[in-house]
């Protein structure tokens, strides 16, 4: 049991189950891939206006206060949509991990022993309250080993339900390789 | 003559009482501008009323559903949704504002209710996950993926439905039963009602009713074929774990099913799981 253990451990850093970050809308403007995109090309098109404002004040602006003056009001100016742009990229939540049942044939998952998946399909309400507790316990508690807590509530799970999970979590927080 | 009369008054007495519910759950700032503009594209004919709840929480959107009035519910929140590809361990939420996952409450609409509209990023996908069925016969169901059209697609939606709005309601098929149970949670008097949440009981994977914030009980038919195991959420956000709401104690039991409902605890009893419980048939 101890081994399945510190695999899964392993799996998920022994840090505890890393939070991921995910999109998540914050205007009426639009979806993630947007946000990214539109936020990106705000941010580039505000830099290059920005650099081609500049040449065309340096070029036709011949009073050096007037130079001045128009340099930064127009730098300015760009820089408020820049700043949007900015925000949109911005536009991130924090995600929470959670275990759920597999289904049948579950792409990517199809090696993994039936009767294992069906023991893990039962407990799966189980190993969500005991990784809550265990991330909790550390969260609060920063002398608290994630490793020793895992261990502590291991008994409560089936081995196969870990090896399950931890092919999940192995699977699930790397790049599909698919 | 006098008995149509008397239907004619009926119906106008039975239009006059629809109402609508428009909840957001957003920033307080998108919240005006939503309802600004959902009030201009929905057209509300008179005597149509408009009930419009800000802030709205899971709770509040499971006495709409339960208030045999309501007629149509739109509801306005942000989505997040799991990235695509591999075999993602992310929850998506529907998140109210917050930051709690409210998705797996729109599993209690009843089949009475015309017209629900859920907006919000990915939300089709988000309610999918989390058991709700979006292809309801018999009513318009609209979940948008992008909120920069929502609101006409849902004005459009919600115009043609009522254009073509189904003379008969779809019946609700009573499913056999094998039995009730009764979910009773107890918050004690030093909890702070500010962070108490609403509990939605899970039975089979789907939401089958909720427990108010305050405590209280609820009876949950149980169908036949469904396994009897409880889980017990409240979609909290877990981002900051010093402001979170009490659970309570919770039990769960039966008249007619056999057996005990045992809590998932460790050594000492404790139960385990932060904004979950978790109940075993045995």
């Not at chain 1, 830099?47 to 065309?56: A, H, K, T």
């Not at chain 1, 300015?76 to 959670?98: C, I, K, N, R, W």
């Not at chain 1, 399909?121 to 507790?133: G, H, R, W």
């Not at chain 1, 080993?145 to 699977?171: I, K, M």
Request: glycine share 8%.
């Amino acid at each position: 049991m101890k081994k399945i253990v510190l695999s899964f451990l392993l799996c998920l850093g022994l840090a505890g189950i890393p939070t991921q970050r995910a999109h998540a809308t914050t205007t009426l403007l639009g979806g993630p891939l947007v946000y990214a995109v539109g936020g990106g090309l705000i941010i580039a098109g505000g830099f290059m206006g920005i650099m081609g404002y500049q040449r065309w004040v340096e070029n036709n602006v011949r009073r050096p206060v007037a130079r001045g003056t128009l340099s930064i009001i127009g730098t300015y100016v760009l820089l408020v949509p820049m700043f949007f742009g900015a925000l949109m990229l911005d536009s991130e939540q924090e995600a929470e991990l959670e275990f759920r049942v597999i289904t049948d044939g579950q792409r990517g998952l199809r090696d993994i022993a039936a009767r294992d998946i069906a023991i893990y399909n039962s407990q799966v309400n189980e190993l969500n309250a005991v990784y809550q507790t265990v991330t909790a316990e550390v969260a609060r508690d920063a002398s608290v080993l994630p490793q020793d807590r895992w261990e502590a509530y291991s008994d409560l799970l089936a081995p196969e339900t870990l090896r399950v999970a931890a092919t999940l979590v192995e699977r699930g927080l790397r790049p599909a390789r698919r | 003559m006098l008995l149509r009369s008397l239907c004619v008054l009926l119906a106008l007495t039975t239009f006059a009482e629809a109402k609508y519910v428009l909840m957001t759950s957003v920033a307080p700032g998108e919240e005006e501008r939503i309802e600004r503009a959902f009030r201009r594209a929905a057209r509300l004919r008179s005597g149509e009323t408009l009930e419009v709840r800000h802030r709205a929480t899971q709770w509040e959107l499971q006495q709409s559903f339960q208030d045999p009035t309501v007629e149509a519910v739109f509801w306005f929140s942000h989505g997040l949704s799991a990235p695509r590809g591999g075999e993602s361990l992310i929850r998506p939420k529907l998140l109210d504002h917050r930051g709690d996952d409210v998705a797996a409450a729109f599993a209690l609409a009843p089949a009475r209710l015309r017209f629900l509209a859920v907006v919000g990023c990915n939300s089709e996908e988000i309610l999918e996950y989390h058991g709700v069925d979006t292809s309801l016969r018999g009513r318009s169901y609209v979940a948008r993926a992008r909120r920069a059209n929502a609101l006409s697609e849902v004005s459009r939606a919600w115009r043609s439905f009522r254009r073509n709005e189904p003379t008969r309601l779809p019946e609700e098929r009573p499913e056999l039963s094998q039995g009730t149970l009764r979910v009773t949670r107890v918050v004690s008097s030093a909890a702070d009602p500010k962070l108490q949440r609403a509990l939605r009981v899970v039975v089979g994977g789907y939401t089958r009713g909720m427990l108010p914030p305050s405590g209280g009980t609820v009876f949950i038919e149980v169908p036949t074929g469904v396994a009897l195991d409880v889980r017990i959420e409240s979609g909290e956000s877990l981002a900051d774990l010093s402001v979170l709401g009490e659970m309570g104690q919770i039990t769960v039991t039966s008249d007619e099913i056999s057996g005990e409902w045992r809590q998932f605890s460790d050594a000492l009893g404790n139960p385990l799981g932060v904004n979950l419980r978790v109940f075993r048939h045995m």
